[in-house]
C-alpha cells in the first residue's frame, strides 16, 4: 500500500479506473472494512483516507480523545490489499470555506449544528481533489449519506455515492470507533437499543408514528439511556411520514454513560 502524506503526492498518481475512495477518521472496525472490501471487489484500485477533521466536532466534543491507532489501521488496510492510503497534512482543514448542507436541521443537526457543515466542508475538498468514481459510506450515518449525495447531485460532483449496510457487533449493537469507550458488558446491554428499533418497526403495521414514537422513547428512557432523540421520517428526506412516503426511516440517538450512539433502520412500504 502506498502511503501519500500530502495534497500535492496526490496529484501525481495515476488511478487505474474506475476506482473508489474510502474517507474515514481512522480507528477502523468491521464496519470500514466493510467498505474496502466492497471497494476492493467492485473497482479497480481503493484509495481511503484517514483524516480526524476538526470541522465535524463540536466545542464540547471528542475531537481530543477521538481514538487514535494509526500503526493498527495501515496494518488492517495493507491485510485488505488496499491500494492507496491517504494521510492528509494537519492544516488540511485550514481556510476552507464552509459549505451549508440540506436536511441538517433535523436529527443529529438539532443537538450537532455545525457538524454536517464540517463533514460536508471536508468531503467536498477531497472529492475535488481526488476525483474518485466512487465514495463509499456506511448507513450508520444515515444522516450523513443523505447530505453528501444531496450535495454531490447538486453539484453534478462525477462521484458516485455508494451506502452500505451496518455492520453490527453481536449484540446487535452497531458498529462505531466511539463503542470503543464502552466496555463489553456496556456493549452488549446497549444492544437493546437496535432491538428496541426493529421492534419499532414491527409495531409500526399496527400502531401510528405517534405511538411507536412514545412506546420506542419510553422503552430506551426506562433502560438507562439518556434520550436525543428517536424519530420516524420519510427516509427520502427526513420529513414528516406522508402518503407520498415510500420508504421509512427509524432513526435513534443516545447517550449511554456519556457515549453518544447512534442507529437506524429502514422500513419499505
Ligand atoms: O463518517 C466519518 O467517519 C466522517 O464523518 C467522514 C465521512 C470520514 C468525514 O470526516
Not at 433535523?106 to 465514495?135: E, M, Q, W, Y
Not at 444492544?191 to 419499532?200: A, D, E, P, V, W
Amino acid at each position: 500500500m502506498v502511503i501519500v502524506k500530502s495534497s500535492s503526492a496526490l496529484n501525481s498518481i495515476n488511478f487505474q479506473n474506475p476506482f473508489a475512495f474510502v474517507p474515514t477518521m481512522g480507528n477502523l472496525h468491521e464496519g470500514h472494512l466493510s467498505l474496502i472490501k466492497f471497494a476492493k471487489e467492485n473497482y479497480s484500485e481503493v484509495i481511503a483516507s484517514i483524516f480526524v477533521n476538526p470541522l465535524q466536532f463540536g466545542k464540547n466534543e471528542d475531537f481530543a480523545s477521538y481514538p487514535k491507532t494509526l500503526d493498527k489501521d495501515i496494518e488492517i488496510l495493507e491485510d485488505l490489499e488496499c491500494n492507496y492510503l491517504f494521510l492528509p497534512e494537519p492544516n488540511f482543514a485550514e481556510n476552507l470555506e464552509i459549505i451549508n448542507p440540506n436536511f441538517s436541521d433535523v436529527l443529529c443537526g438539532l443537538s450537532r449544528p455545525t457538524h454536517f457543515h464540517g463533514v460536508l466542508t471536508i468531503i467536498d475538498k477531497f472529492l475535488r481533489l481526488i476525483k474518485p468514481n466512487a465514495c463509499l459510506f456506511g448507513l450508520k450515518d444515515y444522516q450523513q449519506q443523505l447530505i453528501i449525495r444531496d450535495y454531490v447531485h447538486r453539484k453534478k460532483l462525477r462521484t458516485d455515492i455508494i451506502s452500505l449496510p451496518i455492520i453490527r457487533e453481536n449484540s446487535g449493537l452497531a458498529m462505531s470507533s466511539r463503542n470503543n469507550y464502552l466496555s463489553k458488558d456496556d456493549r452488549e446491554y446497549c444492544g437493546k437499543i437496535y432491538s428496541c428499533i426493529k421492534k419499532t418497526a414491527e409495531s409500526l403495521k399496527t400502531s401510528s408514528v405517534k405511538i411507536a414514537t412514545k412506546q420506542a422513547t419510553d422503552f430506551l428512557q426506562n433502560a438507562g439511556f439518556e434520550m436525543d432523540y428517536l424519530k420516524i421520517l420519510d427516509a427520502d428526506n427526513l420529513s414528516e411520514i406522508s402518503e407520498r412516503t415510500n420508504k421509512i426511516l427509524i432513526a435513534v440517538a443516545v447517550n449511554y454513560k456519556k457515549v453518544r450512539l447512534i442507529d437506524n433502520i429502514l422500513v419499505s412500504l
